[in-house]
């Protein structure tokens, strides 16, 4: 058990034990190595199965709707919150779909989620059966082998560019030293596919989404996409189809979902993370969030007073993409 | 935004616009209409974004 996790059942269990919180939200061990499993804590006496370590990759923050519809008026959820999780947190806030004092942020700071697929892939054609951890690596053990992988060097896309790796907001803070990036720069993300030519660009993402199998596991993974009838499963009118046959309506669909998160994703990553066809999401939100900074200056998070940046309107907004008189 | 994200996605340049325009201001609507048109004349026919089956079905 590490420091981290310690820290985090004491609080939990402080928590609970007042009648502070109705629930909290953290993670469990999973039941495959690499992945840990979003757990929902009721007692006291529960709070020994919660842990923390590098593959606790869910956004949390995508439960707090769902929950909040069988907690009584004013139960306090607590959350076990990473830098992103917090953020989004934040956003729901700030759309006024929570209460501040209804979620109780147990912040953690992160450094940064491991990239499960990596890893896999590194090991093959082994099957990974234990991992541990041991400051900054990891030692992956299967039927055979055994290899110490360095942690910075299997960090998801996301995390690598991660601004805010400390929750911004919290109730409790989880102490621990984590520097933030030096990379924070989204740009440096997108820059490669931003210098292409368009055709390219368009062949690029189509052939990214075209692999889609529309699942919806991005949709459900995100903590922005809490619409209680989303757009895909409208039948009146319906707004666009729903079979993988049309490459159009693959197109669409990823175009459409992304842009409903302009100025609100967080970029935690957790859509391209629970992609089963490995599409890379993140390059597509990313040039939002880019955006939203670039002609905002906004980032979404950070301010619980603040107004989501499309909700707002100032006379010396850019005016980038309106038609120009000449 | 939308606009910067299409192109960024590969959609040409000019085949989307997006205008504030004002129920008052009939003159810049016309104006605003025929650039449009003229600027997406200038591209041919849309291929990006056509729904297949819907085209095979109708051409």
């Given at each position: ?24 939200i ?5 039941t ?7 757990t ?7 709070v ?6 590098p ?15 069988y ?22 806030i ?8 209804q ?44 290899k ?19 929750p ?48 919806y ?23 666009l189809?729903?079979t993988?046959d049309?490459?159009?309506?693959l ?67 850019s ?8 | ?16 616009q997006?205008?504030?325009l ?5 003159e ?19 291929k ?12």
């Amino acid at each position: 058990m590490n420091k981290i996790e310690k820290k985090i059942r004491e609080i939990a269990g402080k928590l609970l034990k007042d009648k502070k919180v109705k629930l909290i939200i953290g993670f469990e061990k999973g039941t495959l190595p690499l992945k840990a499993r979003p757990t929902f804590v009721r007692k006291p006496e529960e709070v020994e199965k919660l842990i923390w370590n590098p593959f606790c990759e869910n956004n949390l923050a995508v439960y707090i709707p769902f929950y909040r519809r069988y907690l009584d008026n004013g139960e306090t959820i607590g959350v076990i919150a990473k830098g992103c999780d917090a953020r989004s947190l934040i956003l729901h806030i700030q759309e006024n779909i929570e209460k501040r004092e209804q979620i109780f942020i147990i912040g953690i700071p992160c450094e940064g989620i491991l990239d499960r697929k990596r890893i896999e892939k590194e090991a093959f054609p082994g099957e990974i059966t234990e991992v541990s951890e041991k400051d900054d690596t990891i030692l992956v053990k299967g039927n055979g082998f055994e290899k110490t992988l360095k942690k910075k060097d299997f960090l998801c896309e996301d995390c690598i560019v991660c601004s805010h790796r400390k929750p911004v907001v919290y109730d409790e803070l989880v102490e621990g030293d984590v520097k933030e990036t030096e990379a924070a720069d989204r740009q440096n993300q997108i820059k490669e596919f931003e210098s292409k030519e368009p055709d390219e660009r368009w062949k690029i993402f189509t052939e990214e989404v075209s692999r889609c199998i529309r699942c919806y596991a991005c949709r459900n993974a995100c903590p922005a996409c809490y619409c209680k009838e989303c757009f895909v499963d409208c039948s009146k009118p319906q707004w666009l189809g729903t079979t993988v046959d049309s490459e159009t309506d693959l197109q669409l669909f990823q175009i459409i979902r992304t842009f409903h998160l302009a100025g609100r994703c967080v970029n935690c990553g957790s859509c391209s993370r629970a992609c089963p066809m490995d599409i890379n999401i993140s390059l597509l939100v990313n040039k939002l969030s880019v955006d939203a900074k670039r002609l905002f200056d906004y980032e979404t998070g950070i301010d619980v007073n603040e107004k989501p940046v499309l909700n707002k309107y100032s006379e010396d907004d850019s005016n980038e993409g309106f038609f120009e008189e000449h | 935004m939308l606009k910067s994200y299409l192109e960024y996605l590969g959609l040409e340049k000019g085949r989307f616009q997006c205008a504030w325009l004002s129920s008052a201001e009939a003159e810049r609507f016309v104006k605003i209409a025929k650039a449009t048109i003229e600027s997406v004349r200038k591209l041919g026919p849309a291929k990006k974004l056509v729904r297949k089956t819907f085209a095979a079905e109708n051409c």
